[in-house]
Nanobody, 115 residues
Framework: VQLQASGGGLVQAGGSLTLSCVVS????????MGWYRQAPDLQRELVAG???????NYVDSVKGRFTISRDNAKKTVYLQMDSLKPEDTAVYYC??????????WGQGTQVTVSS
C-alpha cells in the first residue's frame, strides 16, 4: 500500500485547509479510513474516521470543525479543516481506521497554525 497525503501548510488561527490522501495498492473502497495526527513529543492520534459506507466519527477536539469524506473512484480520503487552532499543529497522516493499520504511513503532511 502507498499513502500520499498532501494539502498541509501554514495558516493563521481561524483559517481553513483541506487535506487529501491518495491510497494505492489496495481495494480502497472496502476499507474504513482515518486521518491521524502527531504533534511533537505526543503520540499519534486518530482525529476522524469514515467507514466504507461513509459513516463518520470524530475526536471531541475537532467535532464541528473538521469534516472527513472520501471519493472511492479517486481512491482518496479528504479532511476539511475549518476554524483551525494552534493546537491543531501536527503532521497529518491517513491510514486504515480501527485497530489494524497498514505498516506504511507515508510522509504525512505538515499543518502549522499560527496564533
Amino acid at each position: 500500500v502507498q499513502l500520499q497525503a498532501s494539502g498541509g501548510g501554514l495558516v493563521q488561527a481561524g483559517g481553513s485547509l483541506t487535506l487529501s490522501c491518495v491510497v494505492s495498492g489496495v481495494a480502497f473502497s472496502t476499507y474504513g479510513m482515518g486521518w491521524y495526527r502527531q504533534a511533537p513529543d505526543l503520540q499519534r492520534e486518530l482525529v476522524a474516521g469514515i467507514s466504507s459506507r461513509g459513516i463518520t466519527n470524530y475526536v471531541d477536539s475537532v467535532k464541528g470543525r473538521f469534516t472527513i469524506s472520501r471519493d472511492n473512484a479517486k481512491k482518496t480520503v479528504y479532511l476539511q479543516m475549518d476554524s483551525l487552532k494552534p493546537e491543531d499543529t501536527a503532521v497529518y497522516y491517513c491510514n486504515r481506521a480501527g485497530p489494524v493499520r497498514w505498516t506504511s504511513w507515508g510522509q504525512g503532511t505538515q499543518v502549522t497554525v499560527s496564533s
